[in-house]
């Protein structure tokens, strides 16, 4: 495929993201996903659409990101049975192993998929979430850090020399900081609720460490935050980053719960204001990205108003 040709939007799914499921009430559960691919289903968008699918993680893309005796700690607890993974939000059923497999492999067939110019944009639809999952733990709903494993293999596999990962979900992604908090290859830009919110990582003085001091930024917003405090923060400082950074490609952690109805975050942010994020990221990253975007779910967990906030990204992806 190429030129006038190129599909808009690659979407990245899998039926083993549906099979990973709570016993009981959570509100990280099958029906985020199911609420999603409906509404892209019969979305406008929906025939600029290409529906790969995800395929399973090989052990060597996780170990990038992940320490070997935590991959093979979780998913022996996993195929054992185990229901629970870390202090108690972080759950497992006997197909959560092969789920979380399956979202990490998405981010990195998508890398694969934009960086060999198949598609300028990519969206993996997937669950678990990833960007609370540290090295050698399960956290926040997180098994893998399906962002940080896109972003490992891209530096690895693709001669990129530097990647931005931008994190709009209400919480702060402090497993995808904790990975690149020494790498100056790799700028990890986050808004997210702070100060008194979990997972309590975020300062604005958390900027790197070494040769990574400076390529961390975060914008910690207090709780009641509206559209307009939200998109001041992408159209200034993060803005500014980006293009100086002049990534050669863009992540996002792609989370939906800064929404003003989610039961989970306490912002004030509306449908409309995620797709404008978007373009507003996507156009400072553009004279050198050429567009190149790989977008993974995070949170979000008022079904409605999820799954039409994801509408509204893609359609800003596709643009």
Do not use: K
């Not at 891209?154 to 994190?167: C, F, P, S």
């Amino acid at each position: 495929m190429n030129g006038a040709n190129l599909p808009s939007v690659a979407l990245y799914t899998h039926p083993a993201c549906l099979a990973h499921a709570p016993d009981g009430h959570h509100p990280e559960h099958p029906g985020r996903l199911e609420a999603i691919l409906a509404r892209l289903g019969r979305s406008p968008l929906a025939p600029r659409l290409v529906r790969p699918e995800a395929p399973l993680a090989q052990r060597a893309w996780l170990e990038r990101n992940h320490l070997p005796g935590y991959l093979d700690d979780a998913r022996r607890r996993i195929e054992s049975g185990a229901r629970v993974l870390d202090l108690g939000d972080t759950y497992a059923n006997e197909h959560s192993w092969e789920a979380a497999s399956r979202a990490a492999g998405a981010s990195v067939a998508a890398a694969d998929a934009v960086m060999g110019g198949l598609v300028r944009a990519a969206f993996c639809g997937v669950r678990p979430p990833g960007h609370h999952a540290e090295a050698g733990r399960a956290m926040g709903f997180c098994i893998l850090n399906n962002v940080a494993i896109a972003a490992r293999h891209l530096l690895a596999e693709h001669g990129v020399d530097r990647v931005a990962v931008v994190d709009f979900d209400v919480h702060h992604g402090n497993g995808t900081q904790h990975s690149f908090y020494d790498s100056e290859r790799v700028l990890y830009v986050s808004t997210h609720q702070h100060p008194f919110f979990f997972p309590g990582t975020g300062d604005a003085d958390e900027t790197g460490t070494g040769a990574g001091r400076g390529f961390t930024l975060n914008v910690p917003l207090p709780g009641g935050t509206d559209d307009r405090a939200f998109l001041a923060a992408y159209r200034g400082p993060i803005a500014e980053r980006l293009q100086a950074f002049r990534p050669d490609v863009l992540l996002f952690s792609a989370g939906f719960d800064a929404h003003e109805r989610d039961p989970l975050g306490g912002f004030r942010v509306s449908t409309e204001t995620f797709g404008e994020v978007t373009r507003v990221v996507r156009a400072a990253c553009a004279p050198s990205t050429g567009g190149r975007t790989i977008s993974c779910l995070e949170g979000g967990y008022d079904l409605q108003a999820l799954a039409e906030s994801v509408e509204g990204h893609v359609t800003a992806l596709a643009e």
